[in-house]
């Protein structure tokens, strides 16, 4: 018999999925279907107490995707606030960040962006481009996640919120800091290629409280629409 479930986890053609009263199954598709995401609510059919194969996905809120030449790869589902996390080092990507904002825009929700690595003294010189951003009515909040990130949580609460950008910017250090634990792993950025290193493979939602929801994913390097 289906029951519903949301998918939490999303390693491609693997998933996680929770039902509401908690049960969390290892679940994959029918057929090879891929086209299913993070944050994704589902008709699951239970093979026994552990695995599960999904069905079908239920009408979704919202839907967050980037496309490359090939094919388009989905995001998440059901999010109804984005967090661009940017930072001074590695070297930042202004026009990742107008394409992740032109998502945001065409998936109908709100956009922030976000300044980590405030503590750094590059962080200057970007605040001071992100300023046109402010000036275009986005919210600009700076973070010191290595602290806390505590002035993140008015904007998120009764949300589905996501943390997206560039690899290296501490999207899973500010994840860390909101749950107040060591859950998503966090990696060393290289210096010889001023860049992430891609630590954070696959999407994973968390819950903050009960009405707040946050999807930790992977870092971006091209974000085509
Ligand atoms: N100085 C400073 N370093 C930070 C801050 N936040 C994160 N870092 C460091 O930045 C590096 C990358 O952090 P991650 O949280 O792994 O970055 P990410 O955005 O999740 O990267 P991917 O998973 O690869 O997309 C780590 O070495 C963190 O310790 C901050 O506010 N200040
Ligand atoms: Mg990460």
Redesign the pocket.
């Known amino acids: 018999m289906p029951d519903t479930a949301q998918i939490t986890a999303s390693y491609g053609r693997r998933f996680i999925v929770r039902t509401p009263a908690g049960a969390v199954f290892d679940a994959t598709t029918r057929k090879k279907r891929v086209d299913f995401a993070c944050g994704d609510w589902v008709r699951i059919s239970p093979v026994n107490s552990e695995q599960a194969v999904i069905e079908d996905y239920l009408p979704r809120q919202s839907l967050l995707y980037r496309q490359d030449a090939w094919k388009t790869k989905l995001i998440a589902a059901n999010v109804d606030k984005l967090f661009i996390?940017t930072?001074a080092v590695p070297a930042p990507n202004e026009l990742l960040l107008q394409r992740a904002l032109l998502a945001a825009e065409a998936a109908g929700i709100g956009a922030v962006v976000v300044a980590?690595?405030?503590?750094?003294p590059e962080t200057a010189d970007w605040l001071e481009k992100l300023s046109f951003y402010e000036s275009l009515g986005y919210p600009v909040i700076e973070?010191?996640?290595?602290?806390n990130a505590d002035n993140l949580r008015p904007l998120m609460q009764g949300h589905t919120n996501i943390?997206l950008?560039?690899?290296?910017?501490?999207?899973?250090?500010?994840t860390n800091a909101l749950l107040g634990s060591d859950t998503?792993?966090?990696?060393?950025?290289s210096t010889a290629l001023d860049s992430?290193?891609?630590?954070?493979t696959h999407a994973q939602l968390y819950d903050l409280n009960e009405q707040t929801k946050l999807i930790?994913s992977?870092?971006l390097q091209e974000f085509g629409l």
């Open positions: 996390v930072a980590n690595k405030a503590d750094l973070t010191r996640a290595l602290d943390f950008g560039q690899s290296g910017m501490g999207k899973s250090t500010l998503a792993r966090v990696g060393e950025i992430g290193k891609h630590t954070t930790d992977p870092g």
